[in-house]
Structure formats: C-alpha cells, structure tokens
C-alpha cells in the first residue's frame, strides 16, 4: 500500500467502527489496518488487530469473502512464531480460493499476497543461522 499512510488508516479505523451489525466488513477493515501496519514494521499492533478480526469472524470465517482476514492472520502469527497456530486458516484459506472461482479480484490477490508473505517468513525462520 502506498500514498497517505495515515489517511488510509483513519478510513480502515473508521470502517471497522461503523460496521458493528455487520463483522465481516469491520473484520475486513481491521484486518487490511493489520495488513497496513505489518508494511510499516508495527508487528505488535498488526498482531492485536489480526486477532480483533479474527474474532469478529466467528461463524462467518466460513464465508468466502472471510479469506482475507483470515490469510493477514495466518501471516501475523507466522510472523509471531506461532506456525502451529497457523494451519488451520491456511488450510480453510485454500479452501475459499478453491469455493470461490468468482471471489473478487483484489480479495483473492490481498488474501495470496498475505499468504505468500507468510511463507517467506516461514521459510526463512525455519533456516538453519549462518
């Protein structure tokens, strides 16, 4: 994400609070700050925001559209360490791309980059230090 950093997360602020009847979208909301914050280095919060999300999915994580706040998920606690945490919502992930060949466009691609960047990071912490 690139341009007014601070705009984009007073909008994401904003949406996830004006959404409270419908957690999916303030989960999504939340979960693209989470995303936002993990390009700015801010871990910690990306983290708190990552698991907010993912607790206002509850039932509806089964939802195709669920997919990118369950990938920023997975990546934040790939990020913590947590790989055994992380299985489970790569794998109900994988699940929605293959549920939903109509999933929007920038879902799908926000919802990928989240997970391949888990992936990176899980590669590179499992390598042996020089």
Do not use: Y
Not at 105 to 112: E, K
Request: net charge negative.
């Amino acid at each position: 994400m690139m341009g007014d950093v601070d705009e984009a997360r007073r909008r994401l602020i904003e949406g996830a609070d004006t959404h409270p009847d419908h957690p999916l979208a303030a989960a999504n909301c939340l979960a693209l700050l989470a995303l936002l914050e993990t390009e700015q280095g801010h871990w910690t919060q990306a983290e708190e925001l990552a698991s907010r999300a993912r607790q206002l999915l509850g039932d509806t994580e089964a939802v195709p559209s669920a997919v990118v706040a369950l990938a920023v998920d997975v990546l934040v606690k790939t990020h913590a360490g947590r790989a055994n945490d992380v299985e489970a919502g790569r794998q109900l992930c994988r699940q929605h791309f293959e549920q939903s060949r109509g999933m929007t466009s920038w879902v799908n691609l926000l919802a990928r980059v989240a997970l391949a960047r888990a992936a990176v990071l899980a590669a590179t912490s499992s390598r042996p230090a020089c």
